[in-house]
DNA sequence: CTTGAAGCTATAGTTGCTAGAGACATTAGA
DNA sequence: TCTAATGTCTCTAGCAACTATAGCTTCAAG
């Protein structure tokens, strides 16, 4: 049995983000000591461990919590939860796809800049007016927290 | 003098937003009308026409306050606003190199699964343990928020 | 047995908005 | 001109996914 602090540096997690974890119902209510303070056991760590690999890929707590029920069912079909990972791999897709294009207009505002004042400024001058962009680069899409 | 709607269809910006800008400084105080609406002038739709196309850039806000700061004062150097886009840049690229880590992970997931039941799925599976991917893809930065 | 680290709860802050409530202003049509 | 619809006002609260703080209790080492 570990305690928060053993846990969280297991599995690489601080720890009020544990206690955060438990309290949006992502991980069960802990066993308690004694003394009112959290014990884990192996499933919990396994738990743990398989959340922070799921952020570390991307997913949101949402999609996490979906892939954890599904995890409880050995039984059942994979569909939803490979439709799960299709799905944040089409997100990252399109975040890459998006972040190509700012790069592409952040290295031509820097490259362009002669570096003089501010009034010539190549930097300034583009932000303030995107018919200066190559590209179409405007907010297709929504990035993600974190 | 355009209405805070007008302007906001002008510029791309929601109106909520525009006043949210206002309240964090970000725009100045909005001239009134007898009626206390707020209206505005071609500079400030200038202004807020920099701020949008500088947030799809993906600056932050904070980054943005500096950049406008700098834009008005046209003859002091620009190395100031260069060094916040060439920052912008290398966060950019470093996500493009996080998010291409991720995809090669979740494409091999999603092509090494057979599609059968769940205890035998690969997502699930490699989801629990990251000894099974083949990149370190794990957190070496943070995402940006929105 | 004492001290310092680690744990507890509860609350508030972060970023960049977005959504609601309830009141006032403006504008278009009858 | 009256009225109804839309627009705007302020203020507050909510979103993701944590992170930080305050003020307490419990535990482990010396
Ligand atoms: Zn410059
Ligand atoms: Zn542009
Ligand atoms: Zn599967
Ligand atoms: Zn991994």
Sequence with gaps: MLTIGKLGEAAGVKVPTIRYY?????????????GNQRLYGRKAQERLAFIRHARDLGFTL?????LLSLSD??????????????AQLAEV???IARLIALKAELER???QCAGGRI????????LGDH????????????????
Excluded: N, W, Y
Excluded at 62 to 66: M, P
């Design 62 to 66: 949402e999609a996490i919590r979906d």
């Design 109 to 111: 505002m820097v490259v």
């Design 119 to 126: 009034a010539d400024c190549r930097v300034i001058e583009v």
């Design 131 to 146: 018919a200066l962009c190559a590209t179409d680069h405007r907010h297709p899409e929504v990035e993600p927290a974190h």
């Design 93 to 95: 897709e399109s975040r």
């Design 73 to 86: 069912k050995p039984d059942q079909s994979c569909a939803a939860a490979d439709a799960i990972a299709k």
């Design 22 to 34: 438990e309290q949006i119902g992502l991980l069960p209510e802990a066993e308690r000591s004694a």
